[in-house]
């Protein structure tokens, strides 16, 4: 007898889907009004946390190849929020690091937790548990935690 078909609802895989791309909808507007991609934000967010990283290490971090963060720190070069420069203990490796306008972005990005809050009908304290929940689960499936 074949196993019963979970309705998609009632999968969590698929409600986790479904949630980020909520999230990513609600976070595009705004997003667009800072002048970023999703992908670029998550970059600019590696850099918030821990400026002055090689390609590598923000591609670690966001568990993402090089070559997938490569063209968005192009862009985001070219936008005038970050600065890329060799570096010069070994030339291989290229150093992205925040200009004043990336550091700025910082502050305007805020508007993006605030209306996350406001839309979801959650307190920070549900927000917060939910994302520990949710990073335990990766944890558990991956058998570490990205920092």
Same mark, same amino acid.
Request: proline share 6%; aromatic share 4%.
């Given at each position: 007898m074949p196993a019963p078909v979970i309705?998609?609802?009632?999968?969590?895989?698929?409600?986790?889907?479904?949630?980020?791309?909520?999230i990513n909808r609600t976070y595009k507007p705004l997003l667009d009004g800072l002048?970023?991609?999703?992908?670029?934000y998550l970059v600019l967010s590696a850099l918030w946390e821990n400026d002055g990283q090689t390609i590598s290490a923000i591609g670690?971090?966001?568990?993402l190849e090089p070559s997938t963060i490569t063209p968005l720190v192009k862009r985001l070069e070219q936008a005038g929020f970050i600065a890329r420069q060799r +570096?010069? #203990?070994d030339e291989r490796q290229v150093v992205v690091s925040l200009t004043a306008q990336g550091k700025a972005l910082r502050a305007e990005s805020s508007c993006l937790t605030e209306t996350l809050l406001q839309r979801s009908g959650l307190s920070v304290e549900q927000i917060v548990d939910?994302?520990?929940?949710v990073r335990a689960? +990766?944890? #558990?499936?991956?058998?570490?935690m990205p920092d």
């Amino acid at each position: 007898m074949p196993a019963p078909v979970i309705p998609l609802d009632q999968q969590l895989c698929f409600s986790l889907y479904a949630t980020t791309i909520a999230i990513n909808r609600t976070y595009k507007p705004l997003l667009d009004g800072l002048g970023v991609t999703y992908p670029q934000y998550l970059v600019l967010s590696a850099l918030w946390e821990n400026d002055g990283q090689t390609i590598s290490a923000i591609g670690e971090r966001l568990a993402l190849e090089p070559s997938t963060i490569t063209p968005l720190v192009k862009r985001l070069e070219q936008a005038g929020f970050i600065a890329r420069q060799r +570096n010069p #203990a070994d030339e291989r490796q290229v150093v992205v690091s925040l200009t004043a306008q990336g550091k700025a972005l910082r502050a305007e990005s805020s508007c993006l937790t605030e209306t996350l809050l406001q839309r979801s009908g959650l307190s920070v304290e549900q927000i917060v548990d939910l994302n520990d929940r949710v990073r335990a689960l +990766n944890k #558990a499936l991956t058998g570490h935690m990205p920092d």
